[in-house]
């Protein structure tokens, strides 16, 4: 009786992986699609789940000499200020069973055109129940920042944008096919990137052209400037020559909830008397041991500074950070959760306690510890 219950569930996502252009092989790859609002609860035994992100061997493993192996750590942001796109991109491996590229999630958060989200069919209900997505995105572009390192005009160039949301990515990511990271490598943030960027800027400066308003229209004015426009439009070419996409082969349909819009307003509200309920955070690691329970990794945001003492002469007084929760664990009576950082920091610089339970960037932090620091919680349905 069960199973005829399960059975319709089951063909209708098969059916739906059709329709969104996956082949018969590649709608194998976990077709089910999760309740667009389930019962959350938590696992009430903490019982233990392990999972890992794909990753084959990536451009990092080309260096030498140096310890611990890149091969054994996840892929790492470098110096960028796009961890959304790094945790996104790794709840994205998962779900499709293939790494893909941070780079190219950063490039579709940005620039993709949302309206090409309403023509794919296998999105029409889940927008349909989030009808404020379009302001939604727009939200996320317009709370982007631009770093000043090398960019005194804070121009909205691709590799000086910073910040984003989770859910935003994964839902833009539905534009366009996937794109692996052995096609556009990230490991390093822009380190690969770095000989194309460099063209782009130099030819941008010294020849910049004008632009049809058509040629960067999917994106918000925020993210718009003459000086920038034929630079962001040349990344966006050179992705493409890259990418040999391929159509995904599920939906990326993102369940999203947050207490605070950031780790600042998390602090904010903390330290004006006003902290997130108990009940709020609890919702949150009941999402994650849902997303858990049921074969999804999960993406949190949080501070930095859980893992690492803050230097004291750093401006960023929160370092608001997002990562891939992979396991979950009891140890004498506590709940544990392993969080997979990906700013590539080595586990020996981690405060005392977080870099003993850490192995290779990948951290087991107990259930206390996060609830003083934990804000959202994304993963795909």
Known sequence: ???????????????AAYAFGATPAEAQVDPRILPQRPAYARNPTCAPVETSIPLEEHEGTRDVGLSPSPREMPLNQGESAICFAYATADMISHRLGRPISPLDVATKNYFADPERLASIPAL??????????????????????????GNPKLLPYFDKIEGGEEDTAALLYNVGGLCEDRDLPSNDGY???????????????????????????????????????????????HVES?????????????????????????????????????????????????????????????????????????????ADHASPVIARRKVGGTCEYRVQDNTGEYCARMRPGMREACENGRVWVGEDALRRTLYSVTYLR
């Open 1 to 15: 009786m069960r199973a005829g219950r399960v059975a319709p569930v089951w063909c209708a996502a098969v059916a």
């Open 124 to 149: 029409r209900d889940h927008l349909r129940a989030h009808p404020n997505w379009r302001a939604d995105i727009a939200w996320s572009r317009n709370s982007a920042e631009m770093s000043n390192i």
């Open 191 to 237: 380190r690969y990137a770095n000989p194309t960027l460099s063209r782009l800027r130099y030819r941008s400066r010294l020849a910049p052209r004008r632009m049809s308003f058509r040629s960067l229209s999917g994106t918000v004015p925020h993210l718009r400037d003459l000086r920038t426009d034929t630079f962001n439009a040349g990344w966006i070419a």
């Open 242 to 318: 890259r990418c040999r996409r391929v159509p995904l082969p599920v939906p990326l349909l993102p369940v999203s909830y947050r207490v605070a819009a950031n780790q600042a307003e998390f602090v904010e509200m903390r330290d004006s008397g006003t902290p997130p309920s108990p009940q709020s955070i609890g919702r949150i690691l009941a999402m994650i041991d849902y997303a858990l329970d049921h074969g999804r990794v999960p993406t949190i945001g949080y501070s930095w500074y859980l893992l690492e003492d803050r230097d004291p002469k750093d401006p960023d007084l929160h």
